[in-house]
């Protein structure tokens, strides 16, 4: 059992603050007081990690959290979920909407330190230079960092990831033994969640020894519009394919809405599991990368890190990706 201040303080019978105020050696506490919820945490086996001392009096109970879109379906939902689990304990969130990644968005990451959060979740890949990089990396020696979705591989950042890789890899697994030989590929960006899906997609082709013609892996805008537009222009240059796989579900919808007004019925698989899925029709299969799972693992460090002694928190949390069949996925080339 992680025995945090809370569980001290409501031993005591004081306030977290009264806690706090003796983990940083404030002398604003009696030494009676002291001394009593010293031998408490003591008695209890609380063992107050750097992050949480560190935090202290300054503590606003307000974590960072920074992606790239928050309009985007897949980001919206990711703080929404992290909302929810953050308030569960008592953290509220300050949110901070990065646009594209210039490459020179390091004053995102120091504008929430400087309002004294807690701790910074980022959500996808935010930060791609090595200038950014090293802020964020300098700021983690002071406050927890927890990527979701990806890995900067730095020392003191924790990540949540997802095996979308081997989800992509699956999925062409998925479609060749339906017969599949030629399966076109719609990706937006080389994000890391980008690079392992494209990884993923690519392994799989060489491995059932599938068409890998350049043609079949495009890359495009994350829109409908894009999505259509190359369908468009893919039959009218006579390319073929017998499926779609996209890396994003509004990819998947774009297409396949494109592929039936041309009288193509075949297998679309998109990625994400978002409500687009379920809404299009025929409703979209697709590969589920666990965001739910990310977010609450994501939360979970937060409380390790800031209310116990973090010490069997783990550095890298890894979850499987899985293929959701619906309508689409019943398709037949």
């Known amino acids: 059992m992680n025995i945090t201040i809370y569980d001290i303080a409501q031993q005591c019978n004081v306030s977290i603050a009264t806690v706090s105020r003796v983990l940083n050696g404030s002398s604003r506490v009696s030494e009676k007081t002291r001394a009593f919820i010293l031998q408490t945490m003591k008695d209890m086996g609380y063992k107050p990690n750097p992050f949480a001392r560190g935090l202290g009096l300054d503590s606003m109970k307000i974590i960072g959290v920074i992606c790239t879109d928050v309009a ?23 949110l901070s909407n990065t646009g594209t990644d210039t490459g020179r968005n390091s004053k995102y990451i120091t504008d929430l330190t400087a309002k004294h959060v807690d701790a910074i979740i980022t959500i996808g890949t935010p930060f791609s230079s090595e200038a950014d990089i090293r802020q964020l990396q300098k700021v983690a020696e002071t406050i927890p960092v927890i990527t979701i979705n990806s890995d900067y591989h730095q020392p003191n950042m924790y990540s949540v990831v997802c095996n979308e890789k081997e989800g992509m890899r699956s999925a062409v697994h998925a479609l060749a033994k339906k017969g599949c030989q030629s399966v076109l590929y719609l990706y937006d960006a080389l994000t890391y969640s980008g690079r392992h899906k494209l990884d993923g997609f690519r392994e799989g082709i060489r491995e059932l020894k599938l068409d890998a013609s350049a043609k079949l892996i495009q890359q495009i805008p994350r829109t409908l519009a894009a999505a259509e537009a190359i369908i468009d222009r893919l039959i009218a240059a006579d390319v073929h394919f017998e499926a779609i796989l996209t890396s994003e579900d509004v990819l998947a919808v774009g297409a396949q809405r494109a592929a039936l007004r041309h009288g193509h019925v075949l297998p679309v698989i998109g990625c994400n599991n978002s409500i687009l899925a379920q809404c299009a029709t025929p409703t979209l299969s697709s590969l589920d990368n666990k965001l739910a799972n990310l977010c609450a693992a994501a939360v979970n460090l937060i409380i390790q890190l800031t209310e116990t002694d973090g010490a069997a928190v783990p550095v890298r949390t890894e979850f499987n990706a899985e293929l959701v069949e619906r309508e689409s996925f019943q398709s037949r080339p």
């Not at 939902?77 to 509220?92: K, P």
């Open 72 to 94: 985007d379906i897949f980001y919206a939902h990711a703080v929404s979920l992290l909302e929810d689990g953050l308030r569960q304990h008592h953290f509220d969130v300050m």
